[in-house]
């Protein structure tokens, strides 16, 4: 069976369409931005690994490892994802490299780890 795609709407209010085609038109950027942050953060461990970020500011691929009980090179895949997309920066010292979140990333999420903050105990 055919689906039929044709609008039987009586009338289209074009003032309110050109408006909400400016609304998405001006929100374009950051739009885009969110999408691009979820896409990544829509994967269980790479969320983990963003939350531990933001609650202990920094951490390397061993700590991420020890609490995710992954291997670290399982770990080091999804840094790379999140590094590739911009949303963490790393940083070395000496031998260890030290992965945290990107600021300009940071406010696009924050309001999600509020929501698992407020929903659990805090340890």
Do not use: W
Not at 35 to 51: H, N, P
Not at 61 to 86: E, F, I, N, Y
């Amino acid at each position: 069976m055919k689906e039929d795609k044709t609008c039987i709407r009586v009338y289209a209010d074009r003032k309110r369409l050109q408006l909400c085609a400016e609304k998405l038109n001006s929100a374009g950027t950051i739009i885009q931005a969110l999408s691009q942050v979820l896409s990544l953060a829509g994967s269980e461990t790479r969320l983990k690994i963003l939350y531990l970020l933001e609650e202990e500011g920094e951490l390397c691929v061993c700590d991420l490892s020890d609490v995710l009980q992954m291997t670290m090179p399982a770990v080091s895949q999804q840094l790379r994802k999140l590094k590739d997309g911009s949303i963490i920066q790393s940083k070395k010292v000496g031998q260890t490299i030290f992965y945290s979140l990107r600021q300009e990333r940071l406010e696009i999420i924050k309001p999600l780890f509020q929501h698992i903050n407020s929903k659990t105990v805090k340890v």
